[in-house]
């Protein structure tokens, strides 16, 4: 009788950086190099900045004006939830669904940039 086959262990693989998604960072690199390619850049990090800008004032007026409005109306500092006051639910609590969909948006909306750039780059390529 034959023994039984074991099965093999999958190779270990070190990783020392993330991996390329694509050839077109590289692209990107040798691009920026050129005038055409300094434009394109550019104009990536003015909408990648103008995003964060947004998520800065949305995170600002969204968690920042909480306290704000506690000190404009003393009243709400009374108002109890649930036996927990009002202030400590929307502080403790409510912000961090907030803190996840913003930080969920700005992903989302970042890696939309990312991708419109490098089908623009794509598209520069060809003849």
């Known amino acids: 009788m034959s023994e039984p086959r074991r099965p093999s262990r999958p190779e270990r693989v070190r990783v020392t950086r993330p991996p390329q998604r694509s050839a077109s960072r590289a692209r990107a690199g040798e691009l920026a190099e050129t ?10 990090l003015r909408e990648q900045l103008r995003l964060a800008w947004w998520v800065l004032g949305a995170l600002t007026l969204g968690v920042g ?24 639910l929307l502080l403790g609590v409510a912000v961090y669904p907030f803190l996840l969909a913003l930080g969920w948006w700005y992903v989302v909306r970042a890696e939309r940039n990312e ?13």
Not at 35 to 44: E, I
Not at 77 to 87: Q, R, Y
């Open 35 to 44: 005038r055409l390619g300094g434009v394109y850049m550019r104009s990536l």
């Open 65 to 88: 004006a909480l306290p704000l409005l506690f000190w404009a109306a003393p009243a709400l500092a009374g108002v109890h939830l649930l036996g927990v006051p009002l202030p400590w």
């Open 115 to 127: 991708r419109h750039f490098a089908e623009l780059l794509e598209g520069s390529e060809r003849p």
